[in-house]
Structure formats: structure tokens, C-alpha cells
């Protein structure tokens, strides 16, 4: 019924109403001109233009419409895979954080460790210089005695040998033998 229309309107719309001569006549390009496009419509209506056209415009619609869903889709997923990448940033940030923080614990251990080390081996080195320095006066002191000793009995000596006459010397070797004699019996 609507292509039926086209041509009513076109017919009512003609310059045929606004002609002054014969209107129906080949020798009016007018009406040439109108019985053309009447046929160009005509053929446009017998091939079906106007429906296939339409599938046109639907199918495009529809491509259209799916590309936008897709279009939707994707941008749904991106934004998905965004939170996701801005949550294991995140999460690699708090790990990273934690690693420095552990790092910086373990190096604090460890100086304080080194440090404590160091006072250990410095303790150890002045007990041990501590020692050798009592066993050099040690054996210091001893020479010292050892000498005064030998100087001790080289004086006696001299004394004892200037003191010392025959007489004397006989005397005091039989006190001795009498002793050993009363020791051993």
C-alpha cells in the first residue's frame, strides 16, 4: 500500500498542474521527465530496492550493534584487566616494601652482629695481649730473682770465702756429718 503512495504523491506534485499547454504529450519534457522517474521508481519497486536496501540498513544496523557490544565487551575486559594489573601493582608494591623493610632488618641484624663480633675479638686480642704482658713480667720478675739469686750467692760466696778459715771450714763440715749421721739413723 505505501509504495502505492509514492507514485499518488508523485502524480499530485507534478508540474503538470502548474503547465499552461497539453500536459500528455511526448513533446513536453515535462511529462517526459515524469514518466521516467515514474519508471525508475516503478523498476526500483519490482526489483525490491526499497526491502533490499532495508536488509542493507539492518544488517549494517546489526553489524553495527554488535560491534558496539564487542566494543562493550573489550572495554569491560579492559577495565577488568586494569583493576587487575593496578591490584598486583599493589600487591608487588607491598612486597617490595616488605623486602626492603626485611632487608633493612637484616642489615641492622647483621651490623650489630659484625659489631659484636668486633668486640669479641677485640676482647679476646687485649685479654691475649693482657696475658702475654703477665707472662713477659712473669718471666721478667723471674730473671730479675734468678739474677738477684745468682748475684745473692756470688756475694756469699765472696763473704763466706773471706770469713771462712781452715778451722772454721772443718767445723762446719763435721756439724754437717754429724746431722746427716742423725737424720739417717
Same mark, same amino acid.
Given at each position: $500500500?505505501? /509504495?502505492?503512495?509514492?507514485?499518488?504523491?508523485? +502524480? +499530485?506534485?507534478?508540474?503538470?498542474?502548474? @503547465?499552461?499547454?497539453?500536459?500528455?504529450?511526448?513533446?513536453?519534457?515535462?511529462?517526459?521527465?515524469? *514518466?521516467?522517474?515514474? *519508471?525508475?521508481?516503478?523498476?526500483?519497486? /519490482? $526489483?525490491?530496492?526499497?526491502?533490499?536496501?532495508?536488509?542493507? +540498513?539492518?544488517?549494517? @544496523?546489526?553489524?553495527?550493534?554488535?560491534?558496539?557490544?564487542? %566494543?562493550? %565487551? *573489550?572495554?569491560?575486559?579492559?577495565?577488568?584487566? *586494569?583493576?587487575? /594489573?593496578?591490584?598486583?601493582?599493589?600487591?608487588? =608494591?607491598?612486597?617490595?616494601? !616488605?623486602?626492603?623493610?626485611?632487608?633493612?632488618?637484616?642489615?641492622?641484624?647483621?651490623? =650489630?652482629?659484625?659489631?659484636?663480633?668486633?668486640?669479641?675479638?677485640?676482647? !679476646?686480642? +687485649?685479654?691475649?695481649?693482657?696475658? =702475654?704482658?703477665?707472662?713477659?713480667?712473669?718471666?721478667? &720478675?723471674?730473671?730479675?730473682?734468678?739474677?738477684?739469686?745468682?748475684?745473692?750467692?756470688?756475694?756469699?760466696?765472696? &763473704?763466706? @770465702?773471706? =770469713?771462712?778459715? %781452715?778451722?772454721?771450714?772443718?767445723?762446719?763440715?763435721?756439724?754437717?756429718? %754429724?746431722? &746427716?749421721?742423725?737424720?739417717?739413723?
Amino acid at each position: $500500500m505505501r /509504495y502505492l503512495m509514492i507514485p499518488l504523491f508523485t +502524480l +499530485l506534485a507534478s508540474p503538470a498542474f502548474a @503547465a499552461t499547454g497539453p500536459f500528455v504529450s511526448l513533446r513536453n519534457t515535462n511529462f517526459i521527465v515524469l *514518466l521516467a522517474f515514474i *519508471l525508475f521508481i516503478a523498476i526500483l519497486l /519490482y $526489483m525490491k530496492v526499497p526491502s533490499k536496501v532495508a536488509e542493507m +540498513l539492518d544488517k549494517r @544496523a546489526d553489524g553495527i550493534r554488535a560491534d558496539l557490544d564487542e %566494543a562493550r %565487551a *573489550l572495554r569491560e575486559e579492559a577495565q577488568s584487566l *586494569l583493576a587487575s /594489573y593496578e591490584r598486583k601493582q599493589k600487591e608487588m =608494591q607491598e612486597q617490595a616494601e !616488605r623486602i626492603v623493610a626485611n632487608a633493612r632488618t637484616e642489615a641492622e641484624r647483621s651490623a =650489630q652482629a659484625s659489631k659484636d663480633e668486633i668486640a669479641a675479638t677485640i676482647a !679476646r686480642r +687485649l685479654a691475649g695481649a693482657e696475658e =702475654q704482658l703477665e707472662s713477659a713480667r712473669a718471666a721478667a &720478675v723471674k730473671d730479675v730473682k734468678n739474677r738477684a739469686v745468682t748475684v745473692a750467692v756470688a756475694a756469699a760466696k765472696d &763473704v763466706i @770465702a773471706k =770469713q771462712m778459715d %781452715a778451722n772454721r771450714a772443718n767445723a762446719l763440715i763435721d756439724d754437717s756429718i %754429724a746431722t &746427716v749421721k742423725a737424720k739417717m739413723h
